[in-house]
């Protein structure tokens, strides 16, 4: 087999070690990275490219090097050397994409691993009593660190709902419902992820993160932003003939920004549900229920306490 | 079973058109039957794949309706997959195998047929579902539920009945391939003397044996989920569509493999006598075509690593996925020694051969990246998706069928074919492939997500240049049929050997007669020994002239 000199395969390795590190570092192929995970996974991506242009590269190089070095000169009937294989040489090629592949699983690992990956609340699949306790919705399996609700920075803790073809936010804490997601800069935000129908799939893509909503299950994910901005919500997971348009939009803000938004979309606040004239009834006791009309129409009180002790005991029957 | 063999052969001693419209248990008829309708299948989905990315040069759904889209995409998967590649793997198999091994036919003639003729009625069956009410399958060729239980319910369960039909036929298939492969080798061949698409046949029908009863499992419950109302998947019933995919997955990630594993066979039989050089690493590249099967069994979840799969299993999945990276470069490294220092004769299935290795490698590289959950988790179900499995499945496995084609088509029509249309046809091929496939990988990265019919305007640059490239290979169909067809009638005898390549099919007239072989044939050497003293044998020389000079004992 023929082998260019020693010096020559030294300088055309180092040339493609330098390119690949270059260009492993400039490609410049991912959009921003709002957070510090999505650095993270900027990083890994950024070393599987040095690895993976070093490769195409070597591959490439030598079938173009094969296509002009080794072409048949034309009338010629003869064949190439009897060459049947090189032990040493299939260890060596065998050896070196192992260790490369270790590596690789070892760096994903902990990549992994810092995105919460392995995080026993959002990863592990929940355990019988979690399931007892959530008996309609099978909790589990997320990923993203949202911090501790008792630390000095708790997270925001939003809702989310996939539907076909929108998403929607509830913010529990304050009560807000929004088709937009506005989120304080370097807050730990946890999403609550909910499908009504289909699968979905929550993707921003300046986060690197991703979460199917699974109807049945509640997934969920965290992240901290650390750059303010506007960044599209995508659903990821085909929903339907208009799932392309099946977007929104998240806002990361300024906290100050973040609280005049708060402030600006409170729902009413619950010390004016006196005066609100639609009251939900589902809550309210028959007698509750029926103190304003036995006014207005002059029945006393203990008649109706009555009525509705009998009426309870009909039902009970 | 050699009664069964005689009197079938003994009705049709002379081949007529007509053969090939029939229940003919001939291996190479129904090779031929195969291929025909891989191809017919692969025009009629590459035309869908048209559509598609017309609809997509603007970012509205303005050239057909978002549901229209969806099952143009669906169709398209669903055909180019099960109609086109696998059936075009089958179509090899079934021509090749037991001339490779030197038999007369398969070792089921019969269960050959009935395997093969379930395919086109699966196939028109799935064509005629844009007629129903509803109209055709629309929840991609994934067909996850709950999705596939809401949209078109006609078409999704004829979309279920046409895989069925096509998996069957698949497993029919392979039972033929592992037992012609086993037990009806001429006697002189060992395994290890036997020609490396006969391994990746091997461990091709493993696969499919072991996985495919699974997806048909998911499906009939899929299917009861949609017409008698059961809750398997169903959320709204307390099932867990997370299950399906579990199933759907633990078939479909292997079939990737049950799609390239062929036309790995099929290069490593090309490379070789196109360059003049025995295989580099024989066993190393048979025994990686086994690691690769077993390999691709455990690594379905890394479909799932978004899907609320714990942190344990996708690390599991991850580390599996990671591994097939060992036995793929092993088989691409060998292939690149293989050509290294040999006489490259650089003809159409030269260019196939090699274009598969400089495309193929491509898909390989995205394909490990994919496996890190990292980043796996930003790039899943987006175009970066896309770009890396067409690079797999058209840049590797559609440029290994073209290798094979060209390979092998003076073998199946006693014709050589034209070199220059073949030329033209590989370099709109090659360049299409990349002009359509590279720029996804960066729209995948920006963030643009599959499987839609509309999406955000800044991606149009990117969207016009894939369309640009799907429209390049398009008209690489042009010449590819000129080609077929000019040189069936008009182009060159090729005589029993053209290539002067080793293997036992090569031994026989071009085409073979009805029963493959005048005589028994001897393996005077081995399936690779370029460079030896191993004496060729070629269409002056007749198989007596041989045996003689090898001296031979008589059968």
């Known amino acids: ?317 | 079973m050699t009664i069964t063999l005689e009197s079938t052969h003994a009705t049709h001693k002379e081949r007529k058109w007509t053969d090939y419209f029939t229940f003919c248990t001939d291996h190479k008829v129904i090779g031929i039957q195969y291929l025909v309708t891989s191809f017919a299948f692969y025009f009629i989905g590459g035309a869908f794949a048209e559509v598609l990315r017309t609809e997509l040069a603007t970012p509205d759904p303005d050239f057909v309706s978002p549901e229209l889209y969806n099952q143009f995409m669906t169709m398209h998967g669903t055909i180019m997959i099960f109609l086109w590649i696998v059936p075009a793997g089958a179509a090899f198999a079934n021509y090749l195998i037991p001339l490779m091994v030197g038999a007369e036919d398969m070792a089921f003639p019969r269960l050959n047929a009935v395997a093969f003729w379930l395919t086109p009625p699966g196939g028109i069956l799935l064509l005629g579902s844009f007629f129903v009410d509803g109209g055709a399958a629309q929840s991609g060729w994934t067909s996850y539920p709950p999705l596939s239980l809401i949209s078109g319910k006609w078409g999704e369960e004829i979309w279920i009945l046409s895989v069925l039909l096509i998996g069957t036929s698949s497993i029919l298939g392979s039972i033929n391939f592992v037992t012609t492969i086993l037990k009806m080798r001429i006697k002189d061949m060992d395994l290890h003397s036997m020609p490396l698409f006969c391994w990746a046949m091997l461990a091709t029908s493993a696969l499919i044996l072991l996985s495919t009863p699974v997806l048909a499992a998911a499906l009939v419950l899929l299917s009861f989920d949609l017409i008698a109302g059961t809750s398997f998947f169903n959320p709204t019933g307390g099932g867990d569509p997370v299950v399906y995919q579990h199933m759907f997955w633990f078939y479909s990630h292997p079939a990737v493999y049950i799609m390239i594993l062929p036309f790995f066979g099929v290069i490593s039989e090309v490379l070789p006598v196109h360059s003049r050089k025995p295989v580099f690493g024989y066993r190393a590249i048979a025994y990686s075509s086994l690691a690769i099967s077993f390999l691709g069994l455990i690594v379905w979840a890394h479909h799932m690593f978004t899907s609320g799969t714990p942190g344990w299993l996708r690390m599991f999945f991850m580390a599996a996925t990671m591994l097939i990276a060992v036995p793929t470069g092993i088989k691409i490294f060998g292939w690149c020694a293989t050509i290294w220092g040999g006489k490259i004769n650089l003809n159409t299935a030269m260019l196939f051969g090699i274009g598969f290795l400089a495309t193929f490698v491509m898909g390989g590289l995205t394909g490990v990246m994919l496996s890190s959950v990292p980043f796996d988790i930003h790039v899943h179900d987006t175009y970066f998706v896309v770009g890396h499995f067409h690079y797999v499945l058209f840049g590797g496995a559609g440029m290994g069928l073209f290798a094979g084609f060209y390979h092998w088509f003076p073998k199946m029509t006693g014709r050589m074919i034209n070199e220059t249309l073949g030329k033209i046809h590989f370099a709109l091929i090659f360049i299409g492939i990349n002009v359509t496939f590279l720029p996804m990988h960066e729209l995948g990265l920006l963030g643009m997500n599959r499987r839609i019919a509309l999406y955000d305007i800044q991606f149009q640059p990117i969207n016009i240049i894939c369309t640009v490239g799907a429209y390049i290979l398009g008209l690489s169909a042009l010449p590819f049929i000129i080609n077929v067809l000019w040189s069936l009638v008009k182009g060159e005898a090729a005589g029993r050997n053209p290539w002067r390549a080793y293997t036992l099919e090569w031994q026989t007239s071009s085409p073979p007669a009805i029963e493959n072989f005048e005589e028994e044939p001897v393996l005077w050497a081995g399936p690779y020994d370029y460079g030896t003293d191993s004496e060729l044998i070629d269409e002056e020389e007749s198989v007596d002239d041989l045996l003689a000079a090898v001296g031979s004992p008589s059968k």
């Open chain 1, 1 to 317: 087999m023929k082998i260019p000199s020693n010096i020559i395969t030294l300088i055309i390795g180092v040339l493609i070690t330098l390119i690949s590190l270059w260009y492993g570092q400039n490609h410049g192929l991912m959009p921003v990275a709002a957070s510090e995970d999505a650095k993270q996974v900027d990083n890994i991506f950024n070393f599987m490219m040095t690895i993976a242009t070093g490769l195409f590269l070597i591959v490439e190089g030598v079938l173009i090097y094969c296509v002009i070095a080794f072409r048949r000169v034309k009338g010629d009937q003869s064949d190439g050397p009897s060459i049947e294989g090189n032990v040493p040489l299939e260890i060596l090629w065998t050896a070196i994409p192992t260790v490369i592949v270790f590596i690789l699983a070892i760096y994903s690992f902990e990549v992994y691993n810092e995105l919460g990956g392995l995080d026993p609340i959002t990863s592990r699949d929940s355990s019988p009593q979690q399931i007892a306790m959530h008996s309609h919705h099978q909790v589990a399996l997320g990923i993203g660190i949202y911090g501790d609700e008792n630390s000095n920075n708790p997270p925001l803790i939003v809702d989310v709902q996939g539907m076909q073809y929108a998403w929607i936010f509830t913010y529990p804490q304050t009560g807000i419902v929004s088709g937009e997601l506005h989120v304080p800069k370097d807050r730990p935000v946890r999403l609550n992820i909910k499908a009504t129908d289909v699968l979905h799939a929550f993707w921003v893509p300046q986060l690197r993160l991703k979460q199917d909503a699974i109807p049945g299950r509640d997934s969920i994910l965290g992240f901290t932003s650390n750059l303010e901005g506007n960044y599209p919500i995508v659903c990821a997971e085909l929903c339907g003939a208009y799932h392309g348009g099946m977007k929104s939009v998240l806002y990361v803000e300024s906290p100050e920004t973040y609280a005049q938004w708060e402030e600006a979309n409170k729902p009413v606040q619950e010390a004016s549900l006196d005066e609100t004239v639609a009251v939900n009834t589902k809550n309210l006791s028959d007698g509750q229920y029926l103190a304003p009309y036995a006014q207005e129409m002059g029945i006393q009180p203990e008649t109706l306490a009555q009525l509705t002790s009998q009426h309870q005991h009909s039902g009970h029957l």
